[in-house]
């Protein structure tokens, strides 16, 4: 009889064990290299046809933070809001501007217009799949001019998809933890320094080497001031480290309020664009005026 039961016990710990792994087995997994082709159509309809494209770098971060800092960060920040909120996530896209790094190892900067017909060639191709969204999250400081360009020319020909950009913006209650927990001058923290040493700290501690962090100068250097005037080799001229801030200062807390901060708001803009019908509308009665 004891037998029998423990025969019986052992046969219901298989099956649940079974069931566990059959469960795991069936989720359905956000990044667009993780699915199988035959979950394709169940993506598009749990994603509203949305994919996210996450923009990272491959560049410098000063002597102690990894090369692909940018990329992690996003990549992270897709992951954890998919979620939430379900999104397919393209794969790892590093191909942006950064010519400015070109001095320093590791820095992957493709030719100007490769990176231009790469962007525009991978959301065509993205929208081939059936996604009618996409939705770019970028996560390095010389990208955005190049996005918003990409942006603004996407109405010079009609296309059957939109494409929308991620921008973050502070509160006041979020603006209160950040001021309250950072330690170095904010004005300053930018590549690779508090906030951005505290997001690594964060999300892969396991690549950074705090050890290093003082072994650079991370100060603006302030060899090139013409008032009113842009000039290519500006970030050059202030940070020939490719390291703004002090990365030294960072800590883990600074990085989790920032990631999370991010997050939210990244999980909000998603089911804001996954739920949006006015864009791709006016989209269509612009380009039917522009063809009158
Ligand atoms: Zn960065």
Sequence with gaps: MVKAIKRATCLLIMLSLLNTQFT???ELHSRWDELVASDWPKALKLSDSTCILPIGILEKHGPHVPIGSDLIQVREWAARATKR??????????????NEARH?????????????????AT??????????????????????????????????KQRDYAVYFFEPHSDSAYA????????????GDQHAGERETSSLLYLRPDLVKMDSAT??????????NIPNVYTAIWWYADYPNHYAGEGAKATRELGQLVNEHFIDQL???????????????LQKEFFDRVKK
């Design 24 to 26: 795991c087995a069936q």
């Design 215 to 224: 072994n650079e100068s991370g100060a603006n250097q302030k060899r090139l």
């Design 176 to 187: 209160k933890k950040l001021s309250a927990l950072h330690k170095s001058d904010p004005a």
């Design 85 to 98: 909120e379900y999104a397919v996530v393209f794969p790892d896209y590093f191909y942006g501007q950064i």
């Design 267 to 281: 999980v909000t803009a998603l089911k804001d664009v996954k739920t949006d019908t006015r864009t791709l509308a």
């Design 104 to 120: 320093q190892p590791g820095t992957f900067a493709l030719p100007e217009r490769v990176v231009w017909d790469l962007l525009e």
């Design 123 to 156: 959301c065509d191709e993205i929208a081939r799949n059936g996604f009618k969204k996409i939705l770019i999250i970028n996560g390095h400081g010389g990208n955005p001019e190049l996005i918003r360009y990409f942006m603004q020319t996407r109405l010079e």
